[in-house]
Every structure is written in structure tokens, then in C-alpha cells.
């Protein structure tokens, strides 16, 4: 059977970090308080001239380098992000340019933050299709840029960075096992960015309303969210014959450590069992998974042999899983 293999990792961070003590001067709130309620203390903010694939250009970089290939071995590029660069072209075509990817295809996944594994997802599909044998696949997001700083709510939530993996075929028995994506379209409202698109294009109006920032519904996502994110578990461990226990690492989006945490509860996973770095970095959207990832494999949380399951929540509303034996 022909799979999908992960033969190499990368990530990037902007320089500068924001506090939770550098937003108590901003906004009404306190390190105690977002602490407390979402596990963060600290995210990277992007430059001002830095863009999605500025991001994703840096940690692919890495990742061809941890794989020792060159820029014109990738057949097919994804990128996972709803900050892109600009609305028209791909920010993977922009991206397939940085690199002179010359024989890539390339074109943009936009799920929220399912994004990474929805083009993980596409990947591995092509893969197994035979139609490429090498796809690098990037989560890049630069959402500060869309954070509303006077709204206290949101303003705490999010950060920038990418994370990239280069997939190749393999017919060992390793790889992705499965890749799951759901959707349901009639919660959308819960988690969006109304300006800027056909139904409320750029306009004087628009930035005076400030549609053009994200909007979330915080507590009924939360609920959704944790409830959603068992079953998803539960369903994909059983299509693959496993059981919570063989599990060696759950890599989560990085949302909400109490999201994570009562997701850990639920399945019966230890917490030492999960990867969690969102105090680090916020949340990164599409970014997040391959963000920790790439730092589970550096830092030898990771071993061939091992199952790992990612999964992820996420705004359209979206939700989406990969089971990998490294």
C-alpha cells in the first residue's frame, strides 16, 4: 500500500514576543486573568513588512534542510492559512516563487485552524493517487494583523509563526494512516472575520465598523469544541483499531490549554502525553500543529515507531484529524 511519510519538519517565529504584562498596558486585563482562562503568557508578533510567506519561506527552509533536498525536488505546495499575504494570488504561489519551486504546483487551503491537517489531508490524497511523490505542506499565519487590540476577548488569543513538513511516498508500513475533516457551515457565525470579502468589501464603512477583525464567540466555541474534539478521538482511534493507550503523543491545536486539558480528560490520555506550547506562542491558527510538531521531533518527543495523532478545531466551523506511525 502506497502512504504519505513526514521525512521532515521546520518551523519559524517571529522576533518579537508580546507579553501578557505588555497587554495590561494596552487593554483592560491582567496576566492572572488570560493565565487563567486560555493558558497563554506570551506570543510572537510579526514586523510590519512581514507577510504569510515571509513565515512559511523561513520554515520550509528548515524543513528542506532537515531533509536534504532542494527547492526544485517539491512537486506540489500547500499553504494552510486565512492571513495570506493578500486576497489574489496563492500565498503558495508567492511562496513557490521565494523558493524557485519551479516544478510546483501550489495553491492555498483555507479551514481556519484545521487548516494544516485539511491540506495534509489534500496531500496525502494526491500521494496516494500517485499524482506527486513529494509535497511540502505549510500552516502560515500572521493573525495579529486581523486582532482587534481594543477588544480584550480576542486581543489575548493570537499569534504569528509557521510550521512546514515535506511529505514523500513510501510503501513502508509507516506514514499517515488516516486523515479525517468535518465541517458544519451553519455555525460559521461563531468565529469569522466579516469584512473585506465579496459580501462586505473594503470600504470606508467597513473599517469604521472594523469588520475587517475577528470576531468569536468565545464560551459557545469552547463548549462546541471540547465535546466535538473527543468524538473525533474516540472515531478515529476506533477506524484504526487502536485504543487511547497506544498512543505515544497527542499534538493538539493550540487554542486554549483548557481546551486541551479536558480534551486529555475525556479520552483518558495523560497530560504528559500532549504537546502543548501554546504559552509560548498563542494562538497560531493553521500555524499551531506544525509549530509543535516540528519542536516535538527536535526536541526527541518523537520516535519512529510511534503513533501520533493530531487534531484540530477550528473556525467554518471545522474540525480534522491525522493518525501518523512515525
Not at 163 to 173: K, N, P, R, S
Not at 188 to 200: A, C, E, I, M, V
Not at 228 to 250: V, Y
Not at 269 to 287: F, Q, W
Amino acid at each position: 500500500m502506497l502512504r504519505s511519510k513526514i521525512i521532515a519538519t521546520g518551523s519559524y517565529v517571529p522576533e518579537k514576543v508580546l507579553t501578557n504584562f505588555d497587554l495590561e498596558k494596552m487593554v483592560e486585563t491582567s496576566d492572572e486573568w488570560i493565565t487563567e482562562r486560555t493558558g497563554i503568557k506570551e506570543r510572537r508578533i510579526a514586523e510590519g513588512k512581514q507577510a504569510a510567506s515571509d513565515l512559511a519561506f523561513e520554515a520550509s527552509k528548515a524543513a528542506l534542510k532537515m531533509a536534504g533536498l532542494k527547492a526544485k525536488e517539491i512537486e506540489l505546495i500547500l499553504v494552510a492559512t486565512v492571513s495570506g499575504d493578500m486576497p489574489l494570488p496563492a500565498t503558495a504561489c508567492i511562496l513557490q516563487d521565494k523558493l524557485e519551486a519551479k516544478k510546483a504546483a501550489a495553491f492555498d487551503v483555507n479551514a481556519a485552524c484545521s487548516g494544516f491537517i485539511y491540506a495534509l489531508a489534500v496531500a496525502d490524497a494526491f500521494i496516494r493517487s500517485r499524482s506527486y511523490r513529494r509535497v511540502l505542506v505549510v500552516g502560515a499565519e500572521i493573525l495579529t494583523k486581523f486582532t482587534d487590540w481594543e477588544d480584550r476577548t480576542t486581543c489575548v488569543l493570537f499569534g504569528d509563526g509557521a510550521g512546514a513538513v515535506i511529505l514523500e511516498a513510501t510503501e513502508e508500513d509507516r506514514g499517515i494512516l488516516s486523515a479525517r475533516i468535518h465541517s458544519d457551515g451553519s455555525m460559521w457565525d461563531l468565529l469569522h472575520t466579516p469584512g473585506g470579502g465579496s459580501r462586505n468589501p473594503a470600504s470606508k464603512e467597513t473599517v469604521r465598523k472594523r469588520l475587517h477583525y475577528i470576531k468569536m464567540r468565545g464560551n459557545e466555541t469552547f463548549k462546541i469544541a471540547v465535546r466535538t474534539l473527543e468524538g473525533l478521538i474516540r472515531d478515529t482511534l476506533k477506524e484504526n483499531k487502536l485504543k487511547t493507550s497506544d498512543l505515544a503523543l497527542l499534538i493538539p491545536h493550540q487554542a486554549n490549554l483548557r481546551i486541551i486539558q479536558a480534551t486529555a480528560r475525556r479520552i483518558d490520555l495523560p497530560i504528559e502525553k500532549v504537546m502543548v506550547n501554546l504559552d509560548r506562542y498563542g494562538n497560531t491558527s493553521a500555524a499551531s500543529i506544525p509549530l509543535a510538531l516540528d519542536e516535538a521531533v527536535r526536541i526527541g518527543k518523537v520516535r519512529r515507531g510511534d503513533y501520533i495523532l493530531l487534531e484540530a478545531f477550528g473556525g467554518g466551523l471545522t474540525w480534522a484529524s491525522a493518525l501518523i506511525k512515525w
